[in-house]
């Protein structure tokens, strides 16, 4: 069974502020782990997807890298902004193609 | 920009009574899956259609849970009859199909709160 999960399950910064959030994984042939952004009743946006360990993609103020055992997500000089959860989701190696996601992490930015 | 639409967006609703939940997919988009997310938790996965066929629904309660994707386009997800337990965000995604593009887009939910 494909497991996720993330940590720390909260994450208080100042603007300015750089962190990482950890994603750990467990699955069986792994062909994707995606990186999304949920606000507050909404759903999750996607923004990244990495397919294999080595692997690193960038979006403004985001950074995602993999390796065989987990991702990270890199958040340089964060905005108030960016104050969202993050959820990691994987998709493994089963016939489906149904996502497997962690808890996320609540990310806080205060100017 | 395409965008997955779900309706209607909040949904109150007693214990017993039957609820239903609609879904259309980003143009073109063959698989379309439906999550429940509770408050806290991360998405779970309940069912997923390529085009109009059932690809996996095992975590979908199937004694009061029904999905139905008629002509492989627009989706309609019931539950008959709602518990109170079922009280959760309901998502709707979908994906393109082929190649190594797998990104799931979802739409914005549906929440439902049964009283």
């Known amino acids: 069974e494909d497991q996720v999960t993330q940590s720390p399950e909260a994450l208080r910064l100042q603007e300015g502020e750089s962190s990482s959030l950890n994603c750990s994984y467990t699955?069986?042939?792994?062909?994707?782990l995606f990186w999304y952004r949920q606000d507050p009743g909404k759903g999750p946006e996607f923004l990244f997807t990495?397919?294999?360990a080595g692997e690193e993609k960038e979006k403004e103020r985001l950074k995602a890298t993999l390796t065989k055992k987990e991702s990270f997500l890199h958040i340089t000089a964060p905005k108030p902004e960016d104050s969202a959860t993050y959820l990691c989701?994987?998709?493994?190696?089963?016939?489906?193609?149904?996502?497997?996601f962690g808890k996320g992490t609540h990310l806080i930015i205060q100017p | 920009e395409a965008e997955v639409a779900q309706s209607p967006r909040y949904k109150i609703t007693e214990k017993s009574q039957a609820v239903a939940f609609w879904c259309d997919p980003i143009?073109?988009?063959?698989?379309l899956y439906w999550y429940r997310q509770i408050l806290g938790q991360g998405p779970e996965l309940l069912v997923q259609?390529?085009?109009?066929?059932?690809?996996?629904d095992s975590q979908l309660p199937k004694d009061r849970f029904s999905a139905e994707r008629l002509k492989g386009v627009d989706s309609t997800l019931k539950i008959q009859p709602a518990e109170l337990g079922d009280s959760a965000m309901y998502l709707c995604?979908?994906?393109?199909?082929?190649?190594?593009?797998?990104?799931?887009?979802f739409g914005p939910g549906t929440r439902l709160t049964v009283t």
């Open positions: 995604a979908s994906s393109s199909t082929g190649g190594v593009v797998y990104e799931q887009y």
């Open positions: 699955v069986s042939g792994l062909r994707g």
């Open positions: 990495l397919y294999s």
């Open positions: 989701a994987v998709h493994g190696g089963g016939g489906a193609d149904g996502l497997t």
């Open positions: 143009s073109g988009h063959a698989t």
């Open positions: 259609f390529q085009d109009e066929s059932v690809v996996d």
